[in-house]
């Protein structure tokens, strides 16, 4: 956050709404030189400095002063918005009580519940979301709210937003899931989860990759085994490969037993030439697979 001023006086303001003191804020204010809602070069106010950093007398002082609650910064930001993304849950409340909005977005399409979803404030979460809030607005990339939960590995969010009805498949541009994006970061119980309520695990992304695909790269061994007991579909992608040259590449030797155990690719097991040939840095998988060969010939 910028705090570069224009003006002395506003100067003064903002760093002591930043610093909290709210004595010394009413002062400033009442000496009728300022209005309340002067702003930096990008936009900012004193209100949401005070509101970022926490200072709640500062907050309310800047409001009876008649600052703009739903101001936005040049990058859409409001006060609201930083106070949800700082984690700031009993100023979320105080200004949703003075009329905050809880749709006005910033540049990138950021909401105030995207923002708290991203980091993990399950109060402000499940503040905002008793607000009646839009779960299902999108970043301009695509990403939900439970996206941008499940990519942070906020278990707990994800659960309060799939009570709020977001909608579990719903994806990014590139067709990204939640159920994909929390294959990938290995997060098990969040897969677990989107699973049971419902969450396809047979989704592609734009270059065919699949949960399963995406976890046995990863060797996310545990991923696997869940995704598997949802779905036998291995998720071949358009070049041919499967989840099993994807965990051979990946280099993780328990992933790939497990593969194999569930039939995974049985070709593999038939001919060395099905195998990526990138495999220097596996010998010892390609030796595991040799002798699983080995043991059903």
Aim: net charge positive.
């Amino acid at each position: 956050m910028s705090f570069k001023r224009e003006m002395p006086l506003a100067n003064a303001v903002f760093w002591t709404a930043r610093r909290g003191n709210a004595t010394l804020l009413r002062i400033l204010l009442n000496s009728g030189r300022m209005d309340v809602d002067c702003r930096d070069s990008v936009g900012t106010t004193a209100l949401m400095v005070a509101s970022h950093y926490n200072h709640m007398d500062c907050v309310r002082e800047l409001i009876l002063q008649g600052a703009g609650i739903n101001t936005q910064r040049e990058s859409g930001s409001t006060a609201l918005y930083f106070a949800a993304q700082q984690g700031n849950d009993e100023i979320v409340k105080f200004l949703l009580e003075y009329g905050a909005s809880t749709e006005l977005s910033t540049k990138n399409r950021a909401t105030p519940l995207s923002i708290a979803s991203q980091c993990g404030h399950l109060k402000v979460v499940e503040t905002l979301l008793n607000r009646r809030c839009n779960v299902n607005i999108q970043l301009q990339d695509g990403a939900s709210s439970l996206f941008l939960a499940a990519q942070g590995g906020h278990l707990k969010v994800v659960q309060q937003l799939l009570s709020a009805d977001a909608k579990i498949d719903q994806p990014r541009q590139d067709l990204t899931t939640p159920l994909w994006i929390a294959a990938q970061m290995g997060y098990i119980d969040i897969v677990k989860l989107l699973l049971q309520h419902g969450a396809s695990s047979d989704t592609s992304r734009k270059d065919g990759s699949t949960p399963l695909f995406k976890a046995a790269y990863k060797g996310f061994t545990e991923v696997v085994r869940e995704l598997l007991m949802f779905s036998p579909s291995l998720g071949i992608l358009k070049n041919g490969m499967t989840a099993l040259h994807a965990a051979v590449l990946g280099g993780s030797a328990r992933t790939v037993t497990l593969l194999i155990e569930s039939g995974a690719d049985p070709s593999l097991r038939n001919t060395e030439k099905e195998l990526p040939s990138d495999l220097t840095r596996n010998d010892r998988l390609v030796k595991c697979l040799q002798s699983r060969r080995g043991a059903e010939s």
